[in-house]
């Protein structure tokens, strides 16, 4: 490797996120230079499938020129204002109101922030904001569940319910409390149906509340389908169960919709799959196919209600980025809905997610898998050291990391979690490009099977 290449000067400047940093001194970066549709080409030219829409996000795939031409428009126009201070811009007023319309549950109000995790953050400070404004200053508590994903900050991190996200960073914050994970595979006790578990969780949540006390839990936040903690898909009743103890203890409902909002799921939200009644719903991800960066917390009239109460008394709502609702974001996210609408593309993930889904569950019976799992556009395949105890690989990870490695060489791009590989295409596949995922999955597995063996 050339000294000043750009792989040995990644490898002097750079901390890169979720990377082992020691490791990476080692074997540089793989360098991604362009994309195309569910394609993209590293600096050498090789080809990948991107099976993970980057992170479970590049909806209308890469390349898109509509968004770039969008976003030069908007670049042309006001490359920049803010929303401080009673300012506002076209496109964040046209996005509010286009959200709004979206919305499940009535949800009457939109503030935008530019990632997924200052959503979940901007979440807790108004929950708080809004119970002071109510007179229940004491309910500050949120509850999440293990193996969650909220993002990093220190408050979406401590509702984060992954250790790798804690370990190191004194987190969770004391008042972040967690409960079970609803992943009958490994969480279920043996024999137990799927609507038992359910009863459990939902009784555990309970307990859960009446030991820290309803007077002091101020929301109960989860991902309708958990992305980062491996693809995990609730058992049946489980929503109907959990929402319901919460809304027996006055405990706000958050879903988390930052991976499964429009279509991932096979329905435009997932709320609307699992008869989910938020209060708050934050999106982010393919709401700009991450073409730019953000994210959205949409929210009912009521709690609209108390923080504007609550700001009129204090003099403002004293929150927001300097590039909260920042146009070139909002046009190129109108521009994005207008693809996804146009081109059908929330249809097309239920009807290819079908074949996805499908043509995974046929390694249901391989000696290594010990589940295939998913709805719609975003599947896992959970491999295992033994298949009838479901005993994870020793080290845990080992596995997943070679697979990882290995579909490189095959030119796939998967994501490992411990030993799962997880799938999440662009919106855009095809039925044909979905085969191609499978069969270089099949590939990697056969490659898999050896390093297992050895
Ligand atoms: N919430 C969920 C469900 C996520 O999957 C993510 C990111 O993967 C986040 C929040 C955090 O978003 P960001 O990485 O934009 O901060």
Known sequence: VALNSLHARDITYQLHPYTNARRHEEVGPIIIDRGEGVYVYDDSGKQYIEAMAGLWSVAVGFGEKRLVDAAARQMAKLPYYHTFSGKAHEPSILLAERLVKMAPNGLSRVFFTNSGSEANDTVVKMVWYYNNAIGKPEKKKFISRISGYHGITIASGSL?????????FDL???MMKHVGCPHHYRWSEPGETEEAFADRLAAELEAKILEEGPETVAA???EPVMGAGGVLVPPATYWEKVQEVCRRYDVLV?????INGF???GTKFACERFNIKPDILVISKQLTSSYQPLAAILFSDKIYQGIADQSAEIGSFGHGFTTSGHPVATAVAMENLDIIEERGLMENAAIVGEVLQAELRRFADHPLVGEVRGVGLIAAVELVADKATKAKFDPFGKVGAKFFQQGH????????IGDTIAFCPPLIITEEQIREVVSRFARTLKDIEDFVAT
């Open 263 to 265: 279509g991932r799921t």
């Open 254 to 258: 958050v879903a988390d919709e930052v």
């Open 160 to 168: 984060t319910g992954l250790p790798i996200n804690q370990r190191g």
């Open 172 to 174: 969770p914050l004391p």
């Open 220 to 222: 109960f936040i989860g």
């Open 409 to 416: 060489e095959h030119g796939l791009i998967i994501r490992a």
